[in-house]
């Protein structure tokens, strides 16, 4: 079974500053893809980044990016350039294949402070 | 983009009877569903899995007969709540696979049920 951790539930960043939540996974598989979602207030479900295991190219998306590490099965969400819109629940979420399901960390409530 | 419409985003009610949410892809064609349900301060546990025309597929310890999943179109899935308990109270999200999804789903914004 795959399974999603995230070891940090809460943290905290200063405006402005950079800010590294942490996501490990387990698999077998070869083919995944790996995702960070932000969850508001609103409990609306807003995609990050995602990244294709096959990718030795960490993705990046403006002021997000990741720190693939496939042997390490390690997957972090770098935030830079903090900001107040980027309070929120971040969850990591793995999915095999193209056609399955997702499966999510426990998350990480991210507070900026100003 | 892609749209997911999830309705009602909030719903109370008694003890015993039953509660449907909907949910629509608005702009494409859904192929498979997946109903999540996440409790406060919790994860998003993955219920069950239905492709359109076809019977959900429920994950271990979901009550089938319970959360009753219906996905008679590519543009409509249904999560029916029966004989709900105050235990039922969550939050139901729903997100939706298009046939031209190759990355990530589409989640609609989630129903909170109440149950008194």
């Known amino acids: 079974a795959q399974t999603v951790t995230q070891s940090q539930p809460e943290m905290s960043v200063q405006e402005a500053e950079t800010v590294t939540l942490s996501c490990t996974y387990d698999?077998?598989?070869?083919?995944?893809?790996l995702f960070w979602y932000k969850q508001p207030p609103s409990r609306q479900m807003i995609l990050v980044i995602r990244q294709e295991a096959y990718k030795q190219q960490n993705a990046t998306e403006n002021r997000f990016s990741v720190n693939f590490q496939k042997a390490a099965k390690s997957f972090s969400l770098k935030i830079s350039d903090s900001q107040l819109g980027d309070a929120a629940m971040y969850f990591c979420?793995?999915?095999?294949?193209?056609?399955?399901?997702?499966?999510f960390g426990a998350g990480t409530r991210l507070t900026v402070k100003p | 983009g892609a749209v997911v419409s999830q309705h009602p985003s909030r719903v109370i009610c008694k003890s015993g009877t039953s509660v449907k949410i909907e949910c629509r892809s608005l702009?494409?064609?859904?192929?498979?569903m997946f109903w999540y349900r996440q409790f406060p301060k919790q994860s998003l546990m993955l219920m069950a899995t239905?492709?359109?025309?076809?019977?959900?597929?429920?994950e271990q310890g979901v009550e089938k007969d319970k959360f009753l999943i219906n996905h008679a179109s590519l543009t409509l899935s249904t999560l029916t709540v029966t004989s709900a308990h105050p235990e039922d109270s969550s939050f139901y999200i729903c997100?939706?696979?298009?046939?031209?999804?190759?990355?990530?789903?589409?989640f609609g914004s989630g129903t909170r049920l109440t149950v008194v």
């Open positions: 702009d494409f064609q859904a192929t498979t």
């Open positions: 979420a793995y999915r095999r294949g193209n056609n399955n399901d997702m499966r």
């Open positions: 698999t077998s598989e070869s083919d995944y893809y």
């Open positions: 239905s492709n359109e025309g076809s019977k959900a597929t429920y």
């Open positions: 997100s939706a696979r298009g046939d031209r999804a190759v990355y990530g789903y589409t």
